[in-house]
Nanobody, 115 residues
Framework: QVQLVESGGGLVQAGGSLRLSCVAS????????MNWYRRSPGKQRELVASITSTGSSDLEDSVKGRFAISRDNAKNTVYLQMSSLKPEDSGVYYC?????????WGQGTQVTVSS
């Protein structure tokens, strides 16, 4: 059974940093694209960051220069390093695994940025 477990969320002041982690079990992430999505209050879920199996990454425009996505295939883990956080970054962050045969989601971790 595929399971993704996010951690690292919390309450932080504007300008602060957080690092989210997503640990996968029941699946090897090496050949998968790993994504971080965010659902903010009153908004639809949006793709924030993505990293392919070859390590190519992409970031949503509003987080470029502030967020970074990385992966450690040996640990079956993907990270989202968030810096210079803004109140509008608040929301539930979800880890997503995309592969040829699997599309899985974590339960989400809450990030709240206070002004």
């Amino acid at each position: 059974q595929v399971q993704l477990v996010e951690s690292g969320g919390g309450l932080v002041q504007a300008g602060g940093s957080l690092r989210l982690s997503c640990v996968a079990s029941g699946v090897i992430i090496r050949r998968a694209t790993m994504n971080w999505y965010r659902r903010s209050p009153g908004k639809q879920r949006e793709l924030v960051a993505s990293i392919t199996s070859t390590g190519s990454s992409d970031l949503e425009d509003s987080v470029k220069g502030r967020f970074a996505i990385s992966r450690d295939n040996a640990k079956n883990t993907v990270y989202l390093q968030m810096s210079s956080l803004k109140p509008e970054d608040s929301g539930v962050y979800y880890c997503n695994l995309e592969s040829v045969i699997t599309n899985a989601w974590g339960q989400g971790t809450q990030v709240t940025v206070s002004s």
